[in-house]
T-cell receptor, first 115, second 115 residues
Framework: AQKVTQAQTEISVVEKEDVTLDCVYE???????LFWYKQPPSGELVFLIR??????QNEISGRYSWNFQKSTSSFNFTITASQVVDSAVYFC????????????FGSGTRLQVQP | DTGVSQDPRHKITKRGQNVTFRCDPI?????LYWYRQTLGQGPEFLTY????????KSRLLSDRFSAERPKGSFSTLEIQRTEQGDSAMYLC?????????????FGPGTRLTVT
């Protein structure tokens, strides 16, 4: 069975601090995909990134970066120089093997960025 | 507006009543998904359509729940004989293997309150 664990329930930082959101996953498949979504106070989930299990290259997009390590089954998300607009709940998700479309989400990490 | 839309945005119903929600996916997306999200949790997968075919159903989808996508465009999710435990946000998402990397884009959700 697949599982996604986001152990950090809530994180509070001051603007301009860097913050890392942890994600640990469990799966028996060798082919899988990992995702991060943002859910701002408005409620609509916003897609941030998808990574497949064969691509362990880290990715950077502006102030966002992702660190994928298969050895530790982790897919962590770092926001550099956080801003108030980054305040949201962030979800890590997993989908197993081609053909099975369901996303399994973690319970989310609420990030509060204080001005 | 080219995003996923859902109707209604809010629904309050009495226990035992039937409710129906509608989802209109992004027009070029042939895959459609339903999820349920309760307070403080990540979304949980309910069901998935490719075109008009319902290809995957979660064990969460009890016999009181039924979903349809009759012409491969919009979808409806019906809950019969609602129970208080059905109170949640019902999210719809769509994707296409021909657009981007088949990531799921979510609608704003329908918040159901069963009294």
């Amino acid at each position: 069975a697949q599982k996604v664990t986001q152990a950090q329930t809530e994180i509070s930082v001051v603007e301009k601090e860097d913050v890392t959101l942890d994600c640990v996953y469990e799966t028996r498949d060798t082919t899988y995909y990992l995702f991060w979504y943002k859910q701002p106070p408005s409620g609509e989930l916003v897609f941030l990134i998808r990574r497949n299990s064969f691509d362990e290259q880290n990715e950077i997009s502006g102030r966002y970066s992702w660190n994928f390590q298969k050895s530790t089954s982790s897919f962590n998300f770092t926001i550099t120089a956080s801003q108030v607009v980054d305040s949201a709940v962030y979800f890590c998700a997993l989908s197993e093997r081609a053909g099975r479309r369901a996303l399994t989400f973690g319970s989310g990490t609420r990030l509060q960025v204080q001005p | 507006d080219t995003g996923v839309s859902q109707d209604p945005r809010h629904k309050i119903t009495k226990r035992g009543q039937n409710v129906t929600f509608r989802c209109d996916p992004i027009s070029e997306h042939n895959r459609l998904y339903w999820y349920r999200q309760t307070l403080g949790q990540g979304p949980e997968f309910l069901t998935y359509f490719q075109n008009e075919a319902q290809l995957e159903k979660s064990r969460l989808l009890s016999d009181r729940f039924s979903a349809e996508r009759p012409k491969g465009s919009f979808s409806t999710l019906e809950i019969q004989r609602t129970e208080q435990g059905d109170s949640a946000m019902y999210l719809c998402a769509s994707s296409s293997p021909l657009v981007g990397t088949d990531e799921q884009y979510f609608g704003p959700g329908t918040r159901l309150t069963v009294t």
